[in-house]
């Protein structure tokens, strides 16, 4: 007779929980009564009391429900009683109860903690819960202290960040100050040099108009220096079609020669071992810091 009710037991306990994980887990454990972990509030904080396993003792376990979760109220367990091999929270229809849920969630309703497979039911007393309003407010609250320590300390964050910029700021123009002077000579010799070659081309292009002036009036007559200058004129065309073709960029003239100027100026620095690349990085970050 005591093992048919024994199993009408176990077949009520089987249909009440829900997971098939805590149905293995109810077969092997014992339900004691639920006055043996208790919940009460001191000082406005709830205070969970329970029996340890091993020392047979009770142990009160304070509890901070809006910062603590699951999975720290179960480490101080752990932490006081080294014996406690498997330790879990379950709602009362079975399910498990996740280890990042804040204890105040858990604490709104009943629920099962189960020690090495023993069941303690948890009755977490109504009169202190939180109504939705008061912890909308405690929200408020948080979001205010958060506003308040940003404008207390932002004064501080910027002076430390200007701080910062400005000691970077004086490190860059370290590094830059002797690459900026080998730029200059750099820069200076390339645009002698560009303007030195316009220079003789427009000087070629006077002589040139002065042979055929000459060769036209006092040697030869028009007649006959006609088709010449009409080679010129075409192979003139060539050129700039050909200048075209390599450059792919129209001959016009300043941007013909800021060319010529980049071409003196990169040959010029490879010759003095100026790295550009670097160079260009520096100002980068010079840059930034202002921006």
């Known amino acids: 007779m005591f ?17 098939l994980r805590h149905h293995r887990r109810s077969l092997c454990s014992s339900i004691v009564p639920s006055d043996e972990v208790s919940v009460n509030y001191k000082h406005g904080l709830p205070v969970i009391t329970l029996t340890l396993p091993s020392r047979k003792e009770r142990c009160q376990f304070t509890v901070k429900p809006m910062l603590m979760t699951v999975e720290d109220f179960i480490q ?16 009362t229809d079975g399910s498990v109860v996740s280890a990042s849920t804040l204890m105040e969630l858990l604490l709104m309703n009943d629920f099962k903690l189960v020690i090495n497979g023993t069941e303690y ?20 609250v948080k979001s205010l202290v958060h506003r308040l320590f940003t404008a207390l300390h932002l004064e501080d964050h910027q ?47 006077s002589t040139q108009g002065g042979a055929l002036a000459w060769l036209t009036w006092w040697v030869y007559s028009w007649d006959i220096m006609e088709p010449v200058t009409y080679f010129i004129t075409y192979g003139s065309a060539m050129a700039f079609y050909a200048y075209f073709a390599l450059t792919k960029q129209d001959y016009i003239y ?30 980068d970050d010079l840059a930034k810091v202002f921006t």
């Not at 941007?255 to 010029?268: E, I, K, T, W």
């Open 254 to 283: 300043p941007d013909a020669r800021d060319r010529q100027f980049l071409h003196f100026f990169h040959r010029r620095s490879k010759s003095q071992n100026f790295n550009v690349d670097q160079y260009n990085k520096l100002k």
């Open 121 to 140: 039911r948890v009755h977490p007393p109504l009169k202190d819960k939180l109504s939705t309003e008061h912890a909308t407010n405690v929200d408020d």
């Open 76 to 91: 101080d367990i752990r932490q006081e009683d080294k014996a406690i091999e498997e330790i879990e929270a379950f709602t």
């Open 3 to 19: 093992q048919i009710e024994y199993l009408c037991l176990q077949m009520l306990c089987l249909r009440k929980i829900g997971s």
């Open 159 to 205: 002076t430390r960040k200007e701080r910062e910029l400005l000691q970077k700021m004086e490190l860059l123009k370290e590094e830059l100050l002797p690459l900026e002077q080998i730029k200059a000579r750099l820069t200076a010799e390339a645009d002698a040099k560009s303007s030195r070659l316009l220079w003789i081309g427009l000087a070629l292009m």
